[in-house]
Structure formats: C-alpha cells, structure tokens
C-alpha cells in the first residue's frame, strides 16, 4: 500500500532481497526561560508577550566547517559490533538485516570521552514516516537563533505536540512556517551533514505530514520523509554533545524529546526493563514501514538507539530490539574511570527523577 503523502510520486517498492548498492551516492537565551512547557503562567505570559515580533536580521547562514561533529565511525568498537550482532541472531532478525529490511544504529555514551559505536545497515534510506520531524524541530530552532522565528509559547507549543505526539497538523504549519528548502539546506549543510550523498543520504522532510504540500523528494530514492540509522544517530550524538547550533538550543531540544506522549516501539521494550528509564525519543510509523530513535538513560548507562525497519511486524521488532539492546548495554564490562560515569550518571538520573 502506497501512503497517501506519497502520491505525487510512489515509494520504490522493496523485494524481499533489495540489491541496493552502498555506493549510491540573542535568541536561544530567552527560549531557555520557557523550555519546560508546562502550561505558562501569568508572569510567564507576560515575559513571552514582551518579546514582542522578531525583528529583521541577517537571514541564517551556516558556516562551513572541516570537523564532524559526530564521527561516528571513528568510534566503532568491534566487542560491541559482535554484541549487537548476536543479539540480532537471539532476535532472529538476521535474515531481515540480509535483506535489508532493518536497519540499527546504536552509540553507547555512558563515558563521553568514550563512545563506541556499532550498526547494521547504517546507511540504508527508509520510508521514515513521522521520525523526520526531528529535521523540522532542528531548522524551527536555527530559526530562533537568527531571530527568524519567535520564541513564543504558541510556536513552542507547536514544537512540543509535534514531537511529543507527533502531530501532524502542527508539523506540517512549521514546515511552511520555516521553509522546506531551509530545511534541506540545513540538513546538507557542511556543518552538520545529516543528509550527505558520501554516506548514502540521511534525514529528509520534503513534503507536508497529510496531503498536498510537497516540495522535493530526496535525491538518492525519491522519498518525502526518510532517514538513515546513521544520520539519526549523529543527529542525537550532538544532541548529546551540546554541538546540534549550540549547547543551549541543544539542552531546548532534548527537553522537547523528552517525556514522548506515545507508548510504543522502543518506549514500551524500555517499559518491559523496567520503568527507570528516562527516554527522548521521536518515532515514525505508516503501514508497514516502522522507524525509531531515541536517547536513553538508563541505571547509569546512556546510549543512542535507532532503527528503521520495513515490514508488518516491525512494530514488535523495536519493541524487542529496544529491551534486548538495553541488557546487553547493561552487561558491558566497565572498570576505571568509566566507573564514576556510571556512578555519576546514575545520580543525576535519580535526582531528575526526584523533582
């Protein structure tokens, strides 16, 4: 079945075994003072009112840069790729890996000073549904940096229902709001390279969430919403790092992906390990096309998950994906200095907890 956004131009259909190459080529400040959003209160109304309309600036440029804020692939670990790769045989899911019907990417980040990464598939395009609403979050916020879009508790509010419930409504006012071709201007920027042809494409949002609104498909595979486990998983790693536009708007958006209003895919296997983890997420799902990614904490060990998978059943996939990856995370051997991260993580999830 075709989804309806996908109208104008069919997804390609995957077989059973796709033969796709791997080669196919200041604002921030005062948006920190309402990023709890809880409902506002009289004083915080009035704060945000005075801000007024924003005023005219030089539009948003990015600088191009030489360094990946998200190198990745340098920090592949081969222990932790056998790990992930085992789990995927318990799970039986290797043959859908073969036949790339999933894909995974994971960052375990419990020690900042020493991700480690493993993946299958990671630069596998997928049909990603609702998960590239993140891009929208991303370029809504570059916007408020510039002084392009106000940060008014009705643009936030915009911003938390379309990720924390994945409103469509609201996805798609933002989309015309800041520009489709902003958005993919940013997403391919030197700066952050969340869709680069190098590594087989990445995020994409080129087409309003519902009917009508579109704008331009993705270069490589001619989809309006997709994504790679890889570039979803760097989006998260700079999240993580303070470094997606700066340290306050990346805090922002965390907040944002924070507490997810839908309980299901990774956050009900999260739930199956117990109810201590604190998860920011953002998933996507039409018909048969099931995509999930998320930042999780969880008994002192952080990591970043994301899995895109095509298939009826892929629903369940990352339920159990999401249970299986956090034992195995939680299993992993750490002595040293790794030690007091795990220590230190555990205290501030405990005391994030408590207020």
Not at 275 to 302: E, F, M, Y
């Amino acid at each position: 079945m075709t989804p309806p956004q996908e109208t104008a131009a069919r997804i390609p259909k995957r077989k059973c075994a796709r033969r796709r190459s791997e080669q196919r080529p200041a604002r921030l400040a005062l948006l920190l003072a309402i990023m709890l959003l809880a409902p506002l209160g009289p004083n915080e109304r009035a704060w945000a009112a005075a801000q007024g309309s924003p005023q005219p600036t030089v539009p948003f440029q990015l600088k191009p840069v030489i360094e990946d804020k998200a190198p990745l692939e340098k920090f592949a670990d081969p222990a932790l790729q056998r790990a992930l790769e085992g789990t995927l045989v318990e799970l039986e899911r290797t043959q859908d890996v073969a036949d790339k019907r999933l894909g995974i990417a994971l960052v375990e980040i419990t020690n900042p000073a020493r991700p480690r990464f493993a993946a299958v598939n990671p630069n596998e395009m997928m049909y990603a549904a609702s998960l590239p609403k993140i891009a929208v979050l991303f370029a809504a916020f570059a916007q408020i940096q510039s002084g392009r879009l106000p940060a008014s508790p009705a643009i936030l509010n915009r911003l938390n229902r379309m990720i924390r419930f994945s409103s469509n409504t609201d996805a798609s006012w933002m989309m015309e709001r800041v520009g489709k071709p902003f958005i993919a201007e940013l997403l391919q920027s030197p700066q952050y390279r969340l869709y680069d042809p190098a590594r087989g494409g990445g995020l994409w949002a080129g087409k309003n969430y519902g009917s009508g609104g579109v704008w331009r498909r993705d270069p490589m595979e001619n989809l309006s919403h997709a994504a790679t486990p890889l570039q979803v998983a760097r989006f998260f790693y700079m999240l993580d790092r303070g470094t997606l536009i700066d340290p306050a708007a990346s805090a922002a958006m965390l907040k944002i992906l924070d507490n997810p209003g839908i309980h299901h895919k990774f956050v009900a296997g999260m739930r199956e390990a117990g109810d201590s983890a604190r998860i920011h997420r953002k998933s996507g799902s039409w018909v048969h096309w099931h995509a999930d990614s998320a930042l999780i904490r969880n008994r002192g060990r952080s990591f970043i998950l994301v899995a895109l998978s095509e298939h009826p059943d892929g629903d369940q996939w990352l339920r159990t994906l999401a249970t299986a990856i956090d034992a195995l995370v939680q299993e992993t051997e750490v002595t040293g200095e790794e030690i007091r991260w795990v220590a230190r993580s555990s205290a501030d999830l405990t005391s994030t907890r408590r207020r």
